[in-house]
Structures are given as structure tokens and as C-alpha cells.
């Protein structure tokens, strides 16, 4: 299941809600830019997109943020990444929208196939429609959004990969890719500059307003599965 | 932040250089507003000595696009490195933020 831990120490946006006829809606996203006014501008989109989506389709709740935050984006100079998806357990239907976020998947034990699409995030001097796209998960293949700045994202993704053969029994082959796994790393290389490991954040730690340490997020409580 | 500026009449080029980040991000958008109120909207960044941006270098250059573009010019980035290219891609912010080549590429038609 995910875990709700991570949102209540950063300024990115990872939203479980559970409250769509049982399906289940998973929004990772980052505000551009640190500090109070970035944190306080995520709990809005992430109010808003919450509300929205009591109502609308997951294409129709991005849409409906984006205008129902407008202001308060372009006003500060502010823009916003997201990935929302909605899962049906029980068929394994997901609906997603990727505005300019770019690392989600599905992963099973026949490789793994991105959930992106080639929007720009909310808050461009541009304007955009969001429309939602959609993918079935069968029943081995589990969906997973990677936050930005992830040190490994293949090893993460064969990791997923070999754990799905492994469930699936002793008798089951495992069939890697090695061109996507070489896609990722490409992706990856992005994010390896910075990247210098830091100590894990403690209960009283303050509050980090930094939307994407990745040291301090647990992939195993980003991901879930039906 | 310390960044070189080249005024070349049609257009002004600034040239950030080191971590393009939360600290040195605002005195370059600061440059752009100032550049943008003096009435020299085409400004050009060129990215060749910038080795990484994070989110908040992304949003000076949306910012000074936006900017820029509001008194009819233009912002666009040159010489971007793997790094900031691949952000760029990965967050699709190359549709409206096309990296160039070359400076000159950069300021063609101005």
C-alpha cells in the first residue's frame, strides 16, 4: 500500500486516496522551487486535485486543478509536476495523466513499459490540455512511479522485475530488456551529479521543505499492486 | 551568483555558470526581469559552463520566458549540457524551451 509518510515531510505532493468506488488514486508531484511559499502552493494543488477528483475523471481532475490554481501558480512564478493515476484492483484498469513528470511505469516479469506522456507540468506560460491515457495491468505486473532524483531507477525496475518472477513460482522465466534497461539509465544519468548520500531523516527531525531527497522516500511505499 | 552578460544590441546574452540551483537561480532571474524592464526582451542563456539545474534554475528560465515573451520577446537557452537536456526532456519542458546549439543559433532571426 502506499505510504503517506513522505508528504508530510516535503513540499512534493504523494497523495493516496482511496475514496473512488475503491479504486485507488496515486498523485506524486513536486512544486518548483523550495521554502514555505513552494510548500504551501503543494498542499493547495494537492487539496484541490484531492476535491477534484471526487467528481471528474482523472484527465478532467488535472484540467479542473490546473484552472482552479492558475492564479496562485503564475502569481508566484510557480509550476508543478504531477503524476496521477487511478487503479481498479479488481481489473487492473489504471487511468493516468503525466504532466511533465516522466518516471512511472508498470513492471511484471516480462520487462517493464512507461506510463508518460508529453505534456508540460502545470504553470507554463503555454496553454495546455491534459487528457488521460489509460493501460491494463495483468495480474503479475505491478505499476511504479519513481520520484525524481532516484539514484538507480533500472536497478529498481529489475529488482521489481525479478520479484515479480519470483512469485510467480520456481517455474517462471524471467525476461529481461536490455534496451530499456539502457533507456533508464540514460534517464538517470540526469540525476547522478548530485546525488551524495544523506544521513536518514529521524522523527524530530524539521521538517525538510526539499520536494525531492530521495534518500529519505521508501520506493517499496510508492509502489502498489491489485 | 557571478554570470557573464554580452549585450549584443538585438539581443543580450547571459552565461550562468557552476550549479544553476535554489541559490543561484534569483539573481539571474532578477538580471532577465531588469534586462526585460529596460526593453531588451530577447535574451539568450547559454547553459556551456552550467554543469546542473534543479527545479528551481528550471523555473528562472520558465519565469524569464514568460517574462520576456509578455513585452514580445524571447528567452532561449544554448550550449545546454546532458544533464540539463535530459531534465529538460524528462519533464517535456523542451517543447517550449528548445535547447540550441550554438549562441548563434540561439539569436538567428533577431
Not at chain 1, 493501460?135 to 533500472?154: N, Y
Not at chain 1, 517455474?171 to 530488456?177: P, S, W
Not at chain 2, 539568450?44 to 528562472?60: P, Q, R
Not at chain 2, 517543447?95 to 549562441?103: D, K, M, Q, W
Amino acid at each position: 500500500m502506499v505510504d503517506g509518510r513522505a508528504a508530510a515531510r516535503e513540499a512534493g505532493i504523494l497523495s493516496p486516496d482511496d475514496g473512488h468506488d475503491n479504486r485507488l488514486q496515486v498523485v506524486l508531484g513536486d512544486v518548483m522551487g523550495k521554502g514555505l511559499a513552494a510548500s504551501l502552493i503543494a498542499s493547495e494543488v494537492r487539496a484541490v486535485l484531492r476535491g477534484h477528483s471526487r467528481y471528474s475523471d482523472v484527465g478532467g481532475a488535472v484540467n479542473a486543478t490546473w484552472l482552479t490554481t492558475r492564479h496562485d501558480l503564475e502569481a508566484n512564478s510557480r509550476f508543478s509536476t504531477l503524476w496521477v493515476g487511478r487503479l481498479d484492483p479488481s481489473t487492473g484498469a489504471i487511468e493516468y495523466v503525466d504532466a511533465g513528470h516522466g518516471l512511472a511505469g508498470i513492471v511484471g516479469p516480462r520487462g517493464w513499459r512507461l506510463l508518460s506522456q508529453p505534456f508540460l507540468p502545470l504553470g507554463m506560460p503555454v496553454d495546455e490540455t491534459w487528457t488521460q491515457a489509460t493501460d491494463v495491468l495483468a495480474e503479475d505486473e505491478q505499476p511504479l512511479v519513481v520520484r525524481r532524483r532516484l539514484r538507480r531507477p533500472g536497478r529498481l525496475l529489475r529488482r521489481r522485475r525479478r520479484q515479480a518472477a519470483r512469485d510467480l513460482g520456481p517455474g517462471a522465466e524471467l525476461q529481461g530488456d536490455r534496451r530499456q534497461d539502457r533507456h533508464l539509465r540514460r534517464r538517470r544519468g540526469c540525476y547522478r551529479r548530485r546525488h551524495r548520500r544523506r544521513p536518514a531523516a529521524r522523527p524530530d527531525d524539521p521538517i525538510d521543505d526539499d520536494p525531492i531527497d530521495t534518500d529519505a522516500i521508501d520506493t517499496d511505499a510508492m509502489t502498489t499492486g491489485p | 551568483m557571478i554570470f557573464n552578460e554580452l549585450d549584443e544590441g538585438t539581443s543580450v546574452t547571459l552565461q550562468p555558470s557552476g550549479k544553476f540551483d535554489l541559490v543561484s537561480a534569483p539573481p539571474l532571474k532578477a538580471r532577465i526581469d531588469d534586462l526585460v524592464r529596460a526593453g531588451k526582451p530577447r535574451i539568450v542563456v547559454d547553459l556551456s559552463a552550467v554543469d546542473f539545474i534543479d527545479s528551481s534554475g528550471l523555473g528562472a528560465l520558465i519565469g524569464g520566458l514568460k517574462a520576456a515573451r509578455q513585452e514580445g520577446g524571447d528567452l532561449r537557452i544554448a550550449c545546454a549540457g546532458d544533464q540539463v537536456k535530459a531534465v529538460l526532456k524528462l519533464t517535456n519542458l523542451d517543447r517550449i524551451l528548445a535547447p540550441y546549439g550554438t549562441v548563434e543559433e540561439a539569436r538567428h532571426d533577431w
